[in-house]
């Protein structure tokens, strides 16, 4: 099966491409990549005035498969992803059971493969049911196809274990995946310490629950030579943490999602709680550092935190919400914001979408290279559209953005070749 | 040379000629293990104290049978049978003893540097049976000597020793050991069982046991303390088994004659498999036959070895 994608701006950051290219798939893979091919093939798009990247790459989602389905499982996960242009997702291990076990990794595994539209790689739990008291297999676990360990949702709060962790990972050269954050100072805190949520009335979580907690792994990294990956910063000091720590050599990468470099904690008022989620949304300067850092290259990706959750659990008051909003259909057209904002260029941004992240959990994607598996998408970076909830495929609506009017949108997604994903338009 | 030591603390302080005198001295000893009567009159009249605070058959039993074929008065001391359960400390429980003019105390204890605080205070011999995770001399010797007995010549072979290496103390005296008759030692563990520094006494670390035991002459295994499993060193036994654990798989990756040692007690199924621990290439019962050679040598040289054959 020959697909021939024709005079598309190919951006293709790992081999350092932007270009009109023409691309030739066959049979899943990316046969040719040259200026202009000509060929027979099953199916010629013409993709004039489009951006053709590697398909995005999200490693940060909650598909709360097994166990809360009624949120979102791997097959609407997987659409929703689809639709945002994502072709490969990493997924977090806090389902129901959690993923600490082969027998859980390898079911997710499957199912995406059977059922789903998009690749699915499973992110194990660091300690047995995310009780932050002992290791998790991570040898087997590794086996069972697993690119890193994260109990996210919760810190691990014990620094041995966290140091263990970092060692036993290493021995099998595997990443730690980061949630930091310091319950204790955290307490019931419910959005952003700082002037808005004293005006609310409502409880701050202030950065220094974040900051100290990001400071600890980094030390844990340096300390024992492991890699670290910090997941959702949210604040200048979390930036600059890493920043300082590259600096020193720290194996150390982190990511930033679309919600904290678009909102600050002012799109709480009126008790949003859309606008809930861990780590909250922060102030105007927080927003400007993450920008800084993306600029800079301090943060190596953007990933969305896609943290499904159903109406009744956002539908009550604010302290009581459910924290996270969905991400995977926002993040594209979030992302390209930031170019037209001039807070990074084109290449920077696709880079921070496909080839960076890929690299973090070790997947062979991420790139448009000969030989590579032909997972593409094509964007229309001047398509002018509502995002609505109407139009969303995830089972949750759980999203702040609501309304908003987007610019750029994957308008079709390949899949090993396949189109997982056309927009009607 | 006579060799005379007035104790013996650790392989660390040996050279490797005083090593290769008391292996000599061991081999010369060891027929007497295999006579009908086994008893010789050497230290006939010598009074030795196996003073143990910590859990032991091998050691134990070895030093104490050493003792007696040569015929000294051997009395043996464990610390939850004695008064150090009511309070009393190291430092007066030796006095005390040494007030009944033994000739040697040969200690265990959980604390390391134990047996050479004792030597500093004391002014009869003391021998090491195992100090906390500091070090364990004679089990070097005896796995030195078991080497020797199947390889001949310990100079250039190969020896990985796999385990709990963090907390082991047969590790620490057998790196000395090998590395003073010349052989190479590789190391094997998962990283959270690897204490930092540990190239610097002499060997090439590995977090991979295969890689570890590729090629190797000799494999020692070395048991995980089941007590560590509380303190999140490794997730299970089940997986430290599938990745740590010398099978008969991953056995031959050694060279075909390679021989498996193992200080005991062994925890089958875990860091060795039944397979592999009952096999033909394994020489465990020959360490444990060994070792009481090996300390009626040590035993011998510290009451005054050569001095004591004129008398």
């Known amino acids: ?425 | 040379m006579p060799f005379n030591p007035k104790h013996i603390l650790s392989i660390k302080t040996l050279t490797a000629e005083e090593i290769n005198f008391i292996l000599n001295t061991a081999d010369s000893f060891k027929e007497i293990n295999t006579r009908q009567i086994k008893k010789v009159p050497t230290l006939r009249g010598k009074t030795i104290v196996n003073l143990f605070f910590e859990a032991s058959t091998r050691t134990r039993t070895s030093f104490e049978i050493a003792g007696k074929r040569l015929s000294a008065d051997t009395v043996n001391i464990s610390a939850s049978s004695s008064s150090v359960v009511k309070g009393e400390t190291l430092e007066d429980t030796a006095q005390n003893i040494e007030a009944m003019h033994p000739d040697i105390i040969v200690m265990r204890h959980s604390a390391s540097g134990a047996c050479d605080y004792l030597a500093e205070r004391l002014n009869c011999s003391v021998i090491n049976a195992g100090d906390g995770t500091h070090e364990h001399p004679s089990q070097a010797l005896l796995d030195a000597f078991t080497i020797r007995q199947h390889k001949g010549d310990i100079k250039g072979l190969t020896v990985t020793i796999a385990g709990d290496i963090a907390h082991s103390r047969v590790v620490r005296s057998n790196i000395y050991c090998l590395n003073k008759l010349g052989a190479k030692v590789k190391i094997a563990g998962p990283r959270t069982m690897l204490p930092p520094g540990l190239e610097k006494l002499g060997c090439e670390v590995h977090h991979n046991l295969k890689d570890a035991i590729t090629d190797a002459d000799c494999i020692m295994m070395l048991r995980i303390q089941r007590e560590r499993q509380g303190k999140t060193l490794i997730p299970s036994l089940r997986e430290y088994s599938r990745f740590f654990g010398l099978n008969d798989n991953n056995l031959q990756l050694a060279k075909d004659d390679a021989i498996v040692l193992h200080p005991g007690p062994m925890n089958r199924g875990v860091e060795i498999s039944s397979s592999v621990a009952d096999g033909k290439q394994n020489v465990i019962l020959d360490q444990v036959e060994n070792g009481v050679a090996v300390r009626m040598a040590l035993l011998y040289l510290v009451a005054g070895g050569e001095k004591l054959q004129d008398s």
């Open chain 1, 1 to 425: 099966m020959k697909i021939l994608i024709k005079n598309g701006r190919m951006i293709d950051p790992a081999n350092q491409i932007d270009a009109i290219q023409d691309i030739l798939v066959e049979n899943g893979i990316i046969t040719s990549v040259a200026a202009a091919i000509n060929t027979d093939a099953e199916e010629i798009i013409d993709a004039s005035g489009l951006l053709i990247t590697p398909g995005l790459v999200d490693i940060h989602t909650h598909l709360r498969d097994p166990g809360q389905e009624y949120k979102e499982d791997i097959v609407s996960g997987t659409r929703a992803a689809a639709a945002g242009g994502i072709t490969s997702l990493a997924c977090m291990p806090n389902t129901s059971p959690v993923n600490d076990s082969l027998a859980i990794t390898k079911y997710i595994i499957a199912k995406a493969k059977e059922e789903g539209s998009a690749n699915v790689f499973p992110i194990a739990c660091i300690s047995k049911g995310m009780k932050g008291e002992i290791l998790a297999e991570m040898g087997e676990l590794k086996e069972g196809g697993c690119v890193g360990f994260s109990d996210d949702g919760v810190p691990v709060s014990k620094g041995e274990l966290m140091r263990r962790a970092f060692e036993y990972a290493d021995t099998f050269a595997m990443p730690i995946i980061s949630h930091a954050e310091d319950l204790s100072l955290v307490g019931t805190g419910c959005m952003n310490e700082g002037s808005v949520a004293t005006e609310l009335g409502l409880k701050g979580i202030p950065w220094v629950a974040e900051d100290s907690a990001t400071a600890r792994e980094i030390m844990l990294a340096e300390f024992t030579g492991g890699r670290l990956h910090v997941c959702h910063v949210s604040t200048k000091g979390s930036v600059d943490l890493v920043r300082q720590g590259k600096a020193r050599g720290v194996r150390v990468s982190c990511e930033a999602t679309p919600h904290h470099f678009t909102l600050t904690d002012e799109t709480v008022r009126g008790y949003n709680t859309n606008a809930k989620m861990n780590p909250p949304l922060r102030s105007q300067e927080d927003v400007d550092a993450i920008h800084a850092g993306l600029a800079d290259g301090t943060i190596d990706a953007i990933a969305t935190d896609h943290a499904p959750h159903h109406y009744d659990e956002k539908n009550v008051e604010f302290a009581a919400a459910m924290n996270g909003i969905i991400g995977l259909e926002s993040l594209l057209p979030l992302s390209l914001k930031l170019v037209e904002d001039g807070v990074v260029n084109l290449n920077q941004v696709i880079s921070l979408l496909t080839d960076r992240p890929a690299r973090i959990i070790g997947i062979d994607r991420g790139t448009l290279s000969v030989g590579a598996v032909a997972d593409i998408t094509l964007i229309d970076p001047q398509l002018e559209w509502e995002f609505t909830l109407e139009g969303l495929h995830s089972k949750s609506k759980n999203t702040p953005f609501a309304g908003w009017k987007m610019k750029g949108a994957a308008v079709r997604t390949l899949l090993a070749g396949k189109t997982v994903f056309e927009r009607s338009l």
